[in-house]
């Protein structure tokens, strides 16, 4: 079993920055890919960002060139750096894992096995 603890979230201005937290334990050394995705009411759930274990990203069309994604391998925390946000970056940001390494889609949510419990990210103008 693996846990996911996200932290980081909160309320920032349009424009501003936030960096995103997830530290992951348990079983850490099966992870192959982990993830942040984000979800707004009513919404399905959106792949902002992957990361495999060798260090390979994945960015979903909304992160590209604003956001980046990073893991510090001894610590096992995932993180996201989120620059430039806008009012739509508005959601609730979910880190995601999984040991999945075959026919993998690194920014779909049905790929993976674990979740947190998620941190709320609000942008104001």
């Known amino acids: 079993q693996v846990q996911l603890v996200e932290s980081g979230g909160g309320s920032v201005q349009a424009g501003g920055s936030l960096r995103l937290s997830c530290a992951a334990s348990?079983?850490?050394?099966?992870?192959?890919?982990m993830a942040w995705f984000r979800q707004g009411p009513g919404e399905e759930r959106e792949g902002v960002a992957a990361?495999?274990?060798?260090?390979?990203?994945r960015y979903g069309e909304t992160a590209q060139g604003r956001f980046t994604i990073s893991k510090d391998n001894d610590k096992n925390i995932l993180y996201l750096q989120m620059n430039s946000l806008k009012l739509e970056d508005r959601d609730m940001y979910y880190c995601?894992?999984?040991?999945?390494?075959?026919?993998?889609?690194?920014?779909?949510?049905?790929?993976?096995?674990?979740w947190g419990q998620g941190t709320q990210v609000t942008v104001s103008s």
């Open positions: 995601a894992a999984t040991p999945r390494r075959r026919t993998m889609r690194a920014l779909h949510p049905d790929d993976y096995n674990y």
């Open positions: 348990g079983n850490t050394a099966s992870l192959y890919w």
């Open positions: 990361f495999r274990s060798d260090g390979i990203p």
